[in-house]
Every structure is written in C-alpha cells, then in structure tokens.
C-alpha cells in the first residue's frame, strides 16, 4: 500500500513536469507564432502604404534617359532607401537590372519638388540612366521597383 502511494506520487509529479514542460512549448510557440504575424503585419502596412506612378521617360542625351516618378502612396522614404531601389531598363524585351551609381554608368536621382531629403506624396523624383552605349532607335521599357517591392512601368520610344 504505501509502495502504491510512492508510485502514484511519483507518477503525479512526473505528469506534472510534463505537463509544464508541453505548456513551456506552447508559450514559446506561440510566442514565436505573434512575432511573425507582427512582423508580417508590418511589412503589409508598409507596403500598402508605398505606391509610386512613372509619369514619363525620355531621352537626355545619346547615353541618357530622364524618368519622372511621383510618389502617390502615404510613405515616406529617405533617400538612403531610395538608394537600394531596383531599376530595370532596356530596349522592350533586352532590359536589365541597372546599378546604382552617383557616377557614370547605372542609375542616379534627383527629389524635384522636395524640400529635404525625403520622398514625400505627391512629390516627383527624376532618375537619370546612363547607359554605356549610344541608345538606338526603338521601344524601351523602364520598371522602377521600391525597397518593399511595390513597383510601376513604363514603355516609350526613342525616335530616329
């Protein structure tokens, strides 16, 4: 009988370390469970919250294309973002990821309209593509493709 008792009170405290064991579990999960949904919560706000228009494209020089972007959503971006922006751009269907560059060949940007250095709604920003080689005549397609990933396109023409 009281090897009985011993067992049972042996069997009692083992259930319970492994019912605070599987309840530890369950926090951490779930713990863990919040922080993802958080952190997507987030990313998804600032996603909807970014939008952006190309207006126009254009030729500048032999080498060069001016495009306009406005930002139309309510998301402010600093210009170290804009930095790590994606341009591709190209005759229709040859376009590549262009590089960002201050100088020379790649892509660069000017806020127009800004008066710090932040791009605001309702603000337009010029970005300026310099190719190495001389543009020939034809279609072109230029896709600029924020941090987030939001992004917006446009096709023109370079004429003869």
């Excluded at 930002?71 to 376009?95: A, H, M, Q």
């Excluded at 939001?150 to 096709?155: F, I, L, N, P, W």
Aim: charged share 15%; net charge negative; with cysteine.
């Amino acid at each position: 009988m009281a090897s009985s008792i011993v067992s049972e009170g042996i069997v009692l405290i083992a259930v319970v370390i492994a019912a605070a064991m599987l309840s530890q579990v369950f926090l951490t999960t779930m713990t863990g469970i919040e922080q993802s949904s958080i952190t997507m919560s987030e990313r998804l706000g600032d996603k909807m919250k970014t939008s952006v228009k190309v207006i126009s494209a254009v030729n500048s020089s032999s080498t060069s294309v001016k495009v306009w972007v406005k930002n139309t959503g309510t998301n402010i971006i600093p210009s170290s973002v804009i930095e790590k922006s994606d341009v591709l751009f190209g005759r229709f269907g040859e376009y590549s990821y262009i590089d960002y560059s201050e100088l020379g060949v790649g892509w660069d940007f000017a806020l127009l309209n800004s008066d710090d250095t932040n791009w605001q709604n309702g603000e337009t920003m010029e970005i300026t593509i310099t190719t190495s080689a001389a543009l020939a005549t034809g279609d072109y397609y230029v896709c600029f493709n924020t941090f987030n990933g939001v992004s917006d396109e446009h096709y023109f023409s370079i004429g003869g």
